[in-house]
């Protein structure tokens, strides 16, 4: 069986990465990552903190999941970095994705925060996601 953070994960880079708007405002390809690639330039963006609880029924196996997706911006300004964290929202808020060995039953855009780093001056911004999958 697959783990349900990773089935849920793999559907959102797919989702994304068919977005032609998405591409484009990250310059050509989606850059969404677990781990920040060596020497990278932003705009890019990550696979933040993630929880998954049980949610079974007497019925049926599940997880209730909160994952946050972490998109970075260049210095001077937060504006790019919104703007791809807002068609994510587009993409991924009520998506009807496809998992890997789950069913997904729902899937909310629940925040959306913005932060500068105070080490690097990049402009930061969350985009929180929950999510309920059942076992397949």
């Known amino acids: 069986m697959t783990s349900p953070v990773l089935a849920l994960r793999r559907a959102i880079l797919d989702a994304a990465s068919n977005d032609a708007e998405l ?3 990250m310059g050509g390809a989606v850059r969404l990552y677990d ?3 060596r020497a990278a330039e932003p705009v890019y963006a990550l696979f933040g903190d993630v929880t998954a609880e049980d949610w079974s ?3 049926d196996r599940g997880h209730a ?5 972490v998109i970075w911006s260049e210095k001077g300004g937060a504006r790019t970095a919104l703007m ?3 068609r994510f929202f587009a993409i991924l808020d009520d998506a009807p994705l496809s998992l890997q060995g789950h069913r997904l039953v729902t899937l909310r855009v629940t925040e959306l925060a913005s932060a500068r780093d105070r080490d690097s001056g990049l402009a930061r911004v969350t985009l929180r996601l929950r999510a309920v999958t059942e076992v397949a």
């Not at 999941?65 to 997706?69: C, E, F, M, S």
């Open 23 to 25: 591409r484009s405002l």
């Open 84 to 86: 791809v964290a807002d």
């Open 65 to 69: 999941q909160r994952v946050d997706l």
């Open 35 to 37: 781990e920040p690639p």
């Open 57 to 59: 029924t007497d019925l």
